[in-house]
T-cell receptor, first 115, second 110 residues
Framework: NAGVTQTPKFQVLKTGQSMTLQCAQD?????MSWYRQDPGMGLRLIHY???????DQGEVPNGYNVSRSTTEDFPLRLLSAAPSQTSVYFC??????????????FGPGTRLTVL | DAKTTQPTSMDCAEGRAANLPCNHS???????VYWYRQIHSQGPQYIIH???NNETNEMASLIITEDRKSSTLILPHATLRDTAVYYC???????????FGSGTKLNVKP
């Protein structure tokens, strides 16, 4: 299994540009999440999904859109990039098991710089 | 929502036990405590979780106080590769909404 994969690894955008960060998992996990991590800070939840067709907001959803058309993929869209969105973005997935059995597996991250 | 409090940083000598504390005084009865770590800038890695009993796996031990208001992660024989940021998390609800704090930076020194 490849686990959780993210593309691209690095990206530089200009203010106002849009782009999609890709995330895929091959573990048949129902739950997927997106986090951002600013320098020296912990991870903050952006959006999450409990299954195909179902998404919800986390702590910091503004400026981001998500959709979940398949179990495997959970792309994150930046609609109009801003310098404040410069960060490292992590995707994670987990089983839909009961509380305490839902270990999250994280991807390697996408390092985004908005100029 | 249960929140956690951890020291900003800790030092540990290589080969010694590293004891990382976490305060979660507002935890609810059915909320689990999870520990993850992040080495350098990689994605976080699961370590261990528990509800009220002490837990042990190949990586670490988790000691939860009887009142569940605090816990300690124990790395029995720390190595240089254990240098990382360690996050103590109490999961909110049933939809995998993990709220990471700032964590504890563990520095393992030779």
């Amino acid at each position: 299994n490849a686990g959780v994969t993210q593309t691209p690894k690095f990206q530089v955008l200009k203010t106002g540009q849009s782009m999609t960060l890709q995330c895929a998992q091959d573990m048949n996990h129902e739950y997927m999440s997106w986090y951002r991590q600013d320098p020296g800070m912990g991870l903050r939840l952006i959006h999450y999904s409990v299954g195909a067709g179902i998404t919800d907001q986390g702590e910091v959803p503004n400026g981001y859109n998500v959709s979940r058309s398949t179990t495997e993929d959970f792309p994150l869209r930046l609609l109009s990039a801003a310098p404040s969105q410069t960060s490292v973005y992590f995707c994670a997935s987990s089983y839909s098991g009961g509380v305490g059995t839902d270990t999250q597996y994280f991807g390697p991250g996408t390092r985004l710089t908005v100029l | 929502d249960a929140k956690t409090t951890q020291p900003t940083s800790m030092d540990c000598a290589e080969g010694r036990a590293a004891n990382l504390p976490c305060n979660h005084s507002t935890i609810s009865g059915n909320e689990y405590v999870y520990w993850y770590r992040q080495i350098h800038s990689q994605g976080p890695q699961y370590i261990i979780h528990g509800l009220k009993n002490n837990e042990t796996n190949e990586m670490a031990s988790l000691i939860i106080t009887e009142d569940r208001k605090s816990s300690t992660l124990i790395l029995p024989h720390a190595t240089l590769r254990d240098t990382a940021v360690y996050y103590c998390i109490v999961k909110v609800g049933n939809f995998n909404k993990f709220y990471f704090g700032s964590g504890t930076k563990l520095n393992v020194k030779p």
